[in-house]
Structures are given as structure tokens and as C-alpha cells.
């Protein structure tokens, strides 16, 4: 992952993406110096155009001194320029955190976490964690299962070696459907099987494919 080094004087009012200048991510010190992440940016121009909404970057590149002076982890990716706190606003509303979160689950952001209501943090920190910092970091596994929030059901054909939350509602849908998989958003051999004998039992063409059909026979089943 690529991170780069501007200038808050020289570079401030620079553009990184169409909508994301490098002033956004300076640290509250008023330090000059400010790391940013390529991969963060650019996952948060997707997070904005899923979400339909506008971004605030309430926290983004820390000094070390400042991060310890507010009380940051010590291991804070926002000392790196990999983290990002955020609030999503859309027609002027806050789009609430646990939207947000999903949301960011959905398009795989490595790091997550609920600040508030209202704040997300995100992060593309090379590995995964996700958590809830409003009950003390507690770690989570999948947002949509965390919160009870329904996952939604996919708009293109899901098959074997996909992954992400369209696999889940394909998998959460078998298991109401009487299978016993493991909801982890990998559609790897046990999932391939079990769709494949869901579609021989609903009279479906077999082929391990979750298309408009196969997704119509899971849905009678709620």
C-alpha cells in the first residue's frame, strides 16, 4: 500500500480524488507534514458514491504527539496515514453510523469500527479488524449479523470464489432454507454444494450459480 507525504502549506489545497483534497486529512496540531494513504482515498470516493452521500474527515493523519496527547492507541493507523474518522452526510441528514459501517464492510475496508451514532472510523491497515469502540473495541465479525440489519440481496449472479455480503444473504437464505453453513461471506465448497442440492430440490437448473431464479426459490424462504 502506497502512502505519501505532502506539505499542508504547499499541497493543501490539492485534489487527490474528485472530491477529497489533502488539507482534509491534516492533523489537528496544525503539523505540516501529512501522511495519506492512496487505497484509503480511494476506498472512501467508493464509500461515498455507494452511500450517495458527502464525506468529513473529523480525523485523519496524527502526529504521534498528538495522537498520545487525545489519547490514541499507541498502535493508531492514523499515525501512518492508513485511518480515517468520518462523519456521512446525505441531503444534509447524517447517514447514521451503523449505515455507514455496513456499508464499508461491503466494499471490504480492512479496518471498522463504530465510534458513535453519527462517527466511523476506517481504515486500510493491511489486515482485518472490525469492532464496535462504543462497547469497549468489542470485536466484530459481520455488522449486518452484529446488529440484526437484514443483508441485502444481490443485484448480480453470485457464484464460487466470490466473497462479501452478497455471499452472506446467499448463505444466511440456505440456512433458513434447512443447511447448516457457516455465514462468513466465502463462497467456497460447502456453500457450492449446498446451493447445488437447494437447486436440484427446487427443480432448478444445477449449476452452482446464484442467479435471478435461484435467488426468487431462496427468498420463499424467510
Not at 494513504?37 to 485523519?60: A, F, H, P, W
Not at 464492510?105 to 472510523?121: E, K, P, R, V
Not at 455465514?183 to 449446498?194: I, Q
Request: net charge positive; charged share 30%.
Amino acid at each position: 500500500m502506497a502512502v505519501e507525504t505532502y506539505s499542508l502549506k504547499t499541497d493543501g489545497d490539492k485534489y487527490l480524488t474528485a472530491h477529497f483534497r489533502v488539507r482534509e486529512f491534516r492533523c489537528k496540531d496544525g503539523s505540516d507534514e501529512i501522511l495519506i494513504s492512496t487505497e484509503l482515498v480511494d476506498m472512501l470516493e467508493k464509500l461515498r458514491s455507494k452511500l450517495d452521500c458527502s464525506i468529513n474527515i473529523n480525523s485523519g493523519y496524527r502526529t504521534k504527539s498528538h495522537n498520545k496527547k487525545i489519547g490514541g492507541s499507541t498502535t493508531s493507523k492514523h499515525c501512518k496515514g492508513l485511518a480515517a474518522d468520518i462523519i456521512c452526510k446525505r441531503d444534509g441528514k447524517i447517514v447514521p453510523a451503523k449505515e455507514v459501517c455496513t456499508a464499508a464492510q461491503d466494499l471490504n475496508f480492512d479496518g471498522i469500527a463504530l465510534i458513535s451514532a453519527t462517527a466511523t472510523h476506517v481504515d486500510m491497515r493491511g489486515y482485518r479488524w472490525w469492532a464496535d469502540e462504543t462497547k469497549n473495541n468489542k470485536k466484530v465479525s459481520d455488522f449486518y449479523a452484529y446488529w440484526g440489519i437484514p443483508y441485502p440481496e444481490p443485484t448480480a449472479t453470485v457464484k464460487k470464489g466470490d466473497k462479501g455480503t452478497p455471499v452472506r444473504w446467499v448463505q444466511n437464505r440456505l440456512n433458513k432454507a434447512g443447511f447448516k453453513l457457516s455465514v462468513d461471506g466465502s463462497f467456497g465448497g460447502a456453500t457450492d454444494r449446498a446451493i447445488r442440492s437447494f437447486q436440484k430440490r427446487e427443480g432448478l437448473a444445477v449449476d452452482g450459480k446464484v442467479g435471478g431464479a435461484t435467488r426468487k426459490a431462496l427468498k420463499k424462504h424467510a
